[in-house]
């Protein structure tokens, strides 16, 4: 399965961001991570097969939003009122499903990363 994440760069605070993360798994479930020099992959978004389930750290509930296109074989993480600490490079991730309604959360439960992309938010 290959990943290829997109759309980072430099946003101002209360701003917003998509991220998008290309992708060749078929009926893979996927999610979202993020890493801070320093710091292991932290969980941000994860979405299933079948996009009807999504789930979120609570840093960024209310505030992102993951979504899935299966036409284009896309994944979306939408950022909205980003602020600082959401500063990180992101990675999307993906593993085979054990069912189309199934999330993920952990970074050790996907087989599959992205290369990466950075987030800058500005203060």
């Known amino acids: 399965v290959q990943l290829q994440a997109s759309g980072g760069g430099l946003v101002q605070a209360g701003g917003s961001l998509r991220l998008s993360c290309a992708h060749s798994?078929?009926?893979?479930?996927m999610g979202w991570f993020r890493q801070v020099p320093g710091k292991g992959r932290e969980f941000a978004a994860a979405?299933?097969?079948?996009?009807?389930?999504?789930y979120y750290a609570d840093s960024v509930k209310g505030r992102f939003a993951i979504s899935r296109d299966n036409a284009k074989d896309t994944v979306y993480l939408q950022m909205n009122n980003p602020g600082p600490e959401d500063t990180a490079v992101y990675y999307c991730?993906?593993?085979?499903?054990?069912?189309?309604?199934?999330?993920?959360?952990?970074?050790?439960?996907?087989?599959?990363w992205g290369q990466g992309t950075q987030v800058t938010v500005s203060s």
């Open positions: 991730a993906a593993r085979p499903t054990l069912g189309p309604g199934y999330v993920y959360t952990t970074a050790g439960e996907y087989t599959y």
């Open positions: 798994g078929r009926s893979s479930a």
């Open positions: 979405v299933s097969w079948s996009g009807d389930n999504t």
